[in-house]
T-cell receptor, first 114, second 116 residues
Framework: TQLLEQSPQFLSIQEGENLTVYCNSSSVFSSLQWYRQEPGEGPVLLVTVVTGGEVKKLKRLTFQFGDARKDSSLHITAAQPGDTGLYLCAGAPTGGTSYGKLTFGQGTILTVHP | SAVISQKPSRDICQRGTSLTIQCQVDSQVTMMFWYRQQPGQSLTLIATANQGSEATYESGFVIDKFPISRPNLTFSTLTVSNLSPEDSSIYLC?????????????FGSGTRLTVV
């Protein structure tokens, strides 16, 4: 069974601060996906990283995939209240028979105060 | 990517009854996935639904408790049977966004179930 440890579980910060969320595992993943979820909605895909060492930027969000494809991080620069939500990382297993069987981290509840 | 319409958005059910959740996708998809999420927490995969074959269930989930139908390539239902308070959760369906193997998924807006 693959596990994905996500930390921190809660983050409460002021507008303008920076933050980083981590996802770590002892397993190798074929891809690592980051989702953001707001109350009453389903998770929305932010980014997928596929290649070890890959870095992707989405405006103020920077996503990294570890060289060994076992860990990932999400860094938000100058957080805004609109960034508030539940952030989830999800690892896709290697192997063709494992299609769709994502392993989700525990989630990070981010609150950005004005 | 696909758009999913999921309903009901929420329901309150009595113990021992059942709730059927529907997901309609605006395009044809091979596989649909059903998840359970405790409020504010992570997602756990319940089963994978293929059109024309029985669903594949993950460890800890059984067909008698969570029967799934997949009558065509755009629609699926999940029934949560013989409800108990422990079944109170958010249930979500999802499909592949396209772009390749395990590239990412689109989720329905979820069904918040409360069992009383």
């Amino acid at each position: 069974t693959q596990l994905l440890e996500q930390s921190p579980q809660f983050l409460s910060i002021q507008e303008g601060e920076n933050l980083t969320v981590y996802c770590n595992s002892s397993s190798v993943f074929s891809s690592l996906q980051w989702y953001r979820q707001e109350p009453g909605e389903g998770p929305v895909l932010l980014v997928t990283v596929v290649t070890g060492g890959e870095v992707k930027k989405l405006k103020r969000l920077t996503f990294q995939f570890g060289d060994a494809r076992k860990d990932s991080s999400l860094h938000i620069t100058a957080a805004q209240p609109g960034d508030t939500g539940l952030y989830l990382c999800a690892g896709a297993p290697t192997g063709g028979t494992s299609y769709g069987k994502l392993t989700f981290g525990q989630g990070t509840i981010l609150t950005v105060h004005p | 990517s696909a758009v999913i319409s999921q309903k009901p958005s929420r329901d309150i059910c009595q113990r021992g009854t059942s709730l059927t959740i529907q997901c309609q996708v605006d395009s044809q998809v091979t596989m649909m996935f059903w998840y359970r999420q405790q409020p504010g927490q992570s997602l756990t995969l319940i089963a994978t639904a293929n059109q024309g074959s029985e669903a594949t269930y993950e460890s800890g989930f059984v067909i008698d408790k969570f029967p799934i139908s997949r009558p065509n390539l755009t629609f699926s239902t999940l029934t949560v049977s013989n409800l108990s308070p422990e079944d109170s959760s958010i249930y979500l369906c999802s499909v592949d966004v396209g772009g390749g193997y395990n590239y990412g998924y689109t989720f329905g807006s979820g069904t918040r179930l409360t069992v009383v």
